[in-house]
């Protein structure tokens, strides 16, 4: 019997750096078919995905800044930079057959739509995988904030953040080998302790859409896809009491 989604409609938080593989810099398109391989196993089971994706594998805004380039400058740099790694998975996506559009929040009518949420909404209905590129539109928010956003915009159920280890720790566990997984947080755990799973305004803004936030390894076959039915590991950050 195929498996059931637990969360119908979804929205995938991916880092540029895990689009780099084992390189230092840039893509790797092993890692990007592998990325899309895991998105078209839950288009399959029938849930709505839609994408946020990072560019620290190509310009960091904050570095870009810290290097001397005026902040509001970088982080438009850095925006610029998310495009390319959505036409990068979305050319991916649509080699294995899994229709995709990109909408970004600055206009760049040659490469991309641009984003107006209703047209958001109705691909997705459609079944098409829909890649929001640009972050926000402007400086100073993260790609973490702008998941966040266009979670709560397109009325999504969870919001998964991908990262390279299955859940959140109390430590690095690729440093501390005795680091605590956690099951299940608050928001306000993750604020309090200072957990940094996503930055304050994603948080914040997730807790007032009571959108939960899942953070899983994007690195484990199949994980998406287990996730999105519930199952397999994963930290949720939820209203709800933690479990300790």
Same mark, same amino acid.
């Given at each position: 019997m195929a498996d059931t989604p637990r969360f119908k409609r979804v929205l995938l938080k991916i880092s540029g750096e895990a689009l780099m593989g084992d390189r230092s810099? =840039?893509?790797d398109p092993n890692m990007v078919s592998r990325?899309?391989?895991e998105i078209k196993s839950v288009v399959d089971l029938g849930a709505e995905v839609?994408? /946020? /994706?990072g560019a620290g594998n190509i310009f960091r805004g904050v570095s870009g800044a810290s290097a001397g380039i005026e902040r509001a400058t970088a982080d438009y740099m850095g925006m610029l930079a998310t495009v390319m790694n959505a036409l990068a998975l979305q050319g991916a996506l649509e080699d294995k =057959? /899994?229709?995709t559009r990109v909408l970004s929040a600055i206009p760049m009518a040659t490469v991309a739509e641009p984003y107006i949420r209703r047209r958001a909404v %109705?691909?997705?209905e459609k079944g098409r995988v829909v890649i929001f590129a640009a972050g926000t539109g402007n400086p100073f928010f993260t790609t973490d904030t702008a998941a966040?956003? %266009?979670a709560s915009e397109m009325g999504c159920d969870a919001l998964l953040k991908a990262t390279s280890v299955d859940g959140v720790y109390d430590a690095d566990p690729k440093k501390v080998p005795t680091a605590k997984r956690f099951d299940k947080l608050t928001y306000l755990d993750v604020l309090s302790r200072d957990?940094? /799973?996503m930055d304050a305004a994603a948080i914040s803004l997730a807790r007032e859409n009571r959108i939960p936030i899942i953070v899983f390894s994007i690195f484990t076959a199949g994980a998406?896809?287990?996730v999105v039915c519930g199952k397999g590991v994963f930290t949720i950050v939820t209203d709800e009491d933690a479990a300790q």
């Open positions: 810099y =840039g893509l990325v899309c391989d839609c994408l /946020v /994706v =057959g /899994v229709p %109705r691909h997705m966040a956003l %266009r957990l940094k /799973v998406f896809s287990q």
